[in-house]
């Protein structure tokens, strides 16, 4: 089955205890992505990556870091991580770079920071 | 950078009845527009998109209108069901752009049996 999955689903965690937060799909996309969703905000993009070892900011990237060393896997990571990094991350892929491809969420990730 | 406004945040409606949410962008060069659908405690999901060389795209039930002079879409669903109850995010972006979708704020669409 062709899927986007996340790991874990729910995190609660301590103010600057470093996490990381994996994502892995099996329909061999170029493009993923990381979004996070806040009430009021929509889904906001923090970092993207066209392809292995190809990765660029999004709107919202401080905090955050990712790594892009295989296709198939786009951990998010978080070195210090504080209650404002506290929110419902979805992890995102699509063939191809260009946006008009389909583009394919993970079941997100609930991510409480105390 | 691109900029999409959603509106209303809330709607609500009679079951039966229609449902209009409409979303306004900034950037010209945009010119793919989806909707998704996000189901209570479940990931988005694409409904319907539209690009910009097309005014009108249909579905069954969904339609997406795109007015490229105002810089306004909107995503029109008729007889409406309990299961259009989610919130529905409209977003922009550039073809063939590698950047990411710019979202709007999402509608919360309550259908009222």
């Known amino acids: 089955e062709a899927q986007v999955t996340q790991n874990p689903r729910y995190l609660i965690t301590v103010t600057g205890k470093k996490l990381t937060v994996t994502c892995s799909q099996n329909?061999?996309?170029?493009?993923m992505s990381w979004y996070r969703q806040d009430p009021g905000l929509g889904l906001r993009q923090i970092y993207y990556?066209?392809?292995?070892?190809?990765?660029d900011k999004g709107d919202v990237p401080e905090g955050y870091k990712v790594s892009r060393k295989e296709k198939r896997n786009f951990p998010l990571i978080l070195e210090s991580p504080s209650p404002n990094q506290t929110s419902l991350y979805f992890c995102?892929?699509?063939?191809?770079?260009?946006?008009?491809?389909?583009?394919?969420f993970g079941p997100g990730t609930r991510l409480t920071v105390l | 950078g691109e900029n999409v406004e959603q509106h209303p945040s809330t709607l609500s409606v009679q079951e039966g009845d229609s449902a209009v949410i409409k979303c306004t962008y900034s950037?010209?060069?945009?010119?793919?527009f989806p909707w998704y659908k996000q189901e209570l405690g479940k990931r988005p999901q694409l409904i319907i998109d539209?690009?910009?060389?097309?005014g009108e795209k249909k579905d069954q039930r969904i339609a997406v209108t795109l007015n490229k002079t105002a810089k306004h879409f909107s995503l029109h669903i008729t007889e409406t069901q309990p299961e259009d109850s989610a919130v529905y995010f409209c977003?922009?972006?550039?073809?063939?752009?590698?950047?990411?979708?710019?979202f709007g704020k999402g509608t919360h669409l309550i259908i009222q049996p």
């Open positions: 977003a922009g972006g550039t073809g063939g752009g590698a950047d990411g979708l710019t």
């Open positions: 990556s066209m392809n292995v070892e190809v990765t």
């Open positions: 539209i690009r910009s060389n097309v």
């Open positions: 995102a892929s699509r063939v191809g770079l260009a946006v008009y491809n389909e583009q394919f």
């Open positions: 950037d010209s060069a945009s010119n793919y």
């Open positions: 329909m061999n996309h170029e493009y």
